[in-house]
């Protein structure tokens, strides 16, 4: 198969992609399917040379650093687990906006657990951001990965606390959990293959140029 010489784009399905069309309608750019009806991976648009491709979020930087993807949309939160290595991003997009939170059941002491320095289990799939959390406040804990599901961990008594995305904070509230820590705010950035920036620049500064009006 030849080589695709256009632009490709790497989007996660849901909000990132939803949040994402108004940006590419303001490049002039628009998708011939929607992901969440088509079962297609790689999705044409009204433009020959600029295509989709439909990945899991947190494998959004993986293609892009490796050059499958010329650009994506990732989370602050995937970035930061992924590391960020051999990728440009020029733009935050403040697009699919969250917060990453420390949170446990309702009657678990915290705070007293933080003071006294005791140990505590974490359940997250949020490693990297974790550790550093709780390395800077010189707190001792156990880390537990988990790929979805977080809430339940401290109702079985897997864990005491989770590290986990916040967005409206109904899913803790339904499950007797309560916010106690919040670590950053989370939006979504651009980012950029860096060798694709200097091969296809004449094709990719205008669609960035574009992204970054549409977010004034």
């Known amino acids: 198969m030849a080589a695709f010489e256009g632009i490709t784009l790497a989007l996660s399905k849901g909000r990132i992609f939803e949040e994402t069309l108004p940006l590419l309608a303001a490049a002039g750019i628009t998708p011939s399917d929607d992901p969440e009806k088509s079962r297609k991976l790689i999705i044409g648009t009204n433009r020959p040379d600029v295509r989709l491709v439909i990945v899991r979020a947190t494998d959004t930087p993986t293609y892009v650093q490796y050059g499958a993807a010329d650009l994506g949309i990732a989370g602050k939160d995937v970035l930061i687990e992924h590391g960020g290595d051999g990728l440009y991003q020029p733009l935050d997009l403040d697009i699919a906006r969250c917060r990453m939170c420390v949170a446990v059941q309702k009657g678990f002491d915290y705070a007293a657990a933080a003071r006294r320095g005791a140990r505590i289990r974490v359940a997250t799939k949020y490693i990297q951001t974790a550790r550093e959390h709780f390395a800077a406040k010189g707190m001792y804990v156990d880390l537990i990965k988990l790929y979805g599901s977080m809430e339940l961990a401290p109702l079985v008594g897997l864990a005491d606390a989770i590290v986990d995305l916040v967005s409206s904070g109904g ?39 574009a992204f970054a009006g549409a977010v004034k």
Request: proline share 3%; net charge negative.
């Open 171 to 209: 899913t803790l509230r339904a499950n007797d959990l309560v916010e106690v820590e919040e670590i950053f705010s989370i939006s979504s950035r651009l980012i950029v293959n860096q060798a694709a920036l200097k091969l296809k620049h004449a094709l990719l500064q205008p669609v960035i140029e």
